[in-house]
């Protein structure tokens, strides 16, 4: 069983950045089709971003294009999302997500196409 602990989140000031980290256990990022999800106040989850197990192909919400990145540290066994111009709007509790398939264009931005779950994280943006 693959767990999923993230770490990173907090209270910015509109326009800071933020890191966040995922670390998998049992498996490697490598190995693994990986994303971010995200719950603001009130409403369903949403898709943020995926990263396909060999790096290569990355895809980003509309809203966060440009803004958040995704990287990957194979040393350390770590999934980044930096997320920069943060905006009131990007308030949510943010989730890292795994999954055994592989990532093809358009896939997985669905949460029923992930396998493992974090606990989550709180970011906070202020005006």
């Known amino acids: 069983q693959v767990q999923l602990v993230e770490s990173g989140g907090g209270l910015v000031q509109a326009g800071g950045s933020l890191r966040l980290s995922c670390q998998p256990s049992?498996?490697?990022?490598?190995?693994?089709?990986m994303g971010w999800f995200r719950q603001k106040p009130g409403k369903e989850r949403e898709f943020v971003a995926a990263?396909?197990?060999?790096?290569?192909?990355?895809i980003y919400a509309t809203s966060v294009k440009g803004r958040f990145t995704l990287s990957r540290e194979i040393a350390k066994n770590t999934l980044y999302l930096q997320m920069n111009s943060l905006k009131p709007e990007d308030t949510a509790v943010y989730y890292c997500?795994?999954?055994?398939?592989?990532?093809?264009?358009?896939?997985?931005?669905?949460?029923?196409?992930?396998?493992?779950w974090g606990q989550g994280t709180q970011v906070t943006v202020s005006s």
């Open positions: 049992a498996r490697t990022v490598s190995t693994l089709t």
């Open positions: 990263i396909a197990w060999n790096g290569g192909d990355t």
């Open positions: 997500a795994a999954a055994r398939s592989p990532y093809y264009s358009g896939s997985h931005l669905r949460e029923i196409e992930y396998d493992y």
